[in-house]
């Protein structure tokens, strides 16, 4: 039996968006049904991208009441976990492979007041989170190599979702499983199925003629997923 603590929900991300237009973009969001707000964050070291910080975080969190999904891909994320929860997140979270220390770093985030999230690449196998369980929220998933939206989605994924939702059953530990890189109408049903409840989509959102329809076919693909499950 899987643990589905809520119906499935999408996180578009905004890295997608038009960067002029995060306003808009809000109100998107806001205007449709069981999504939360993903922000990409990058410091041009963990990954070789930079993207969004703190000051744009607080400037989101002005402007809306939709939670903040904060995915930090930056080394020491201890350094400014902190900082995004101070700037407004609501959910942070942090790679594994970039903290020697993520334990502590998933506990102050807790602390803090905010939920903790740990991120595996797509090479780091998801037994790294088995001594982690009960310390993290939500455990995101890498389908791509983090860096870029607009990349292709990395099969082999599905499989560890399935091994992800195992262990939380096995543990009794419901934490959310969230997955990012590549979601489309093309696999949301299967992710789902597979124990998946958060999808990320940057450009099946934000690059699509109609957005909003975008998202109500992802839901309907996701809702078809929790189905077959
Ligand atoms: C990749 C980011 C993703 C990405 C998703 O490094 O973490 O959130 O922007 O974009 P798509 O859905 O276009 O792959
Ligand atoms: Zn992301």
Request: aromatic share 6%; charged share 20%; net charge negative.
């Amino acid at each position: 039996m899987s643990l589905r603590p809520y119906e499935p929900l999408l996180a578009p991300s905004i890295l997608s968006a038009d960067f002029t237009r995060l306003a808009d973009a809000l109100t998107l969001l806001g205007g449709a049904e069981r999504c939360i707000v993903h922000v990409d964050v990058m410091d041009g070291r963990f990954v070789p991208n930079i993207t969004i910080g703190m000051p744009v975080v607080a400037a989101l969190r002005r402007e809306t009441a939709q939670i903040l999904d904060c995915h930090l891909m930056i080394t020491e994320p201890s350094r400014y976990a902190l900082e995004f929860v101070k700037a407004g997140a609501d959910w942070v979270s942090i790679h594994q492979e970039a903290d020697p220390h993520c334990h502590r770093t998933l506990g102050a985030i807790r602390q803090a007041g905010a939920k903790a999230g740990i991120v595996l690449n797509p090479g780091t196998p998801v037994e790294a989170l088995t001594d982690l369980v009960g310390s993290f929220d939500y455990a995101l998933l890498m389908s791509v190599n983090p860096g870029f939206g607009g990349q292709s989605f990395i099969p082999r994924v599905l499989d560890k979702v399935r091994r992800l939702d195992a262990m939380r059953t096995g543990a009794g530990v419901p934490f959310l499983i969230q997955v990012d890189g590549g979601v489309g109408t093309d696999n949301a049903g299967a992710l789902v199925a597979a124990g998946a409840d958060v999808l990320v989509a940057g450009n099946a959102v934000f690059k699509a003629g109609d957005p909003l329809q975008a998202i109500r076919d992802l839901l309907a693909a996701m809702d078809a997923g929790v189905r077959l499950a």
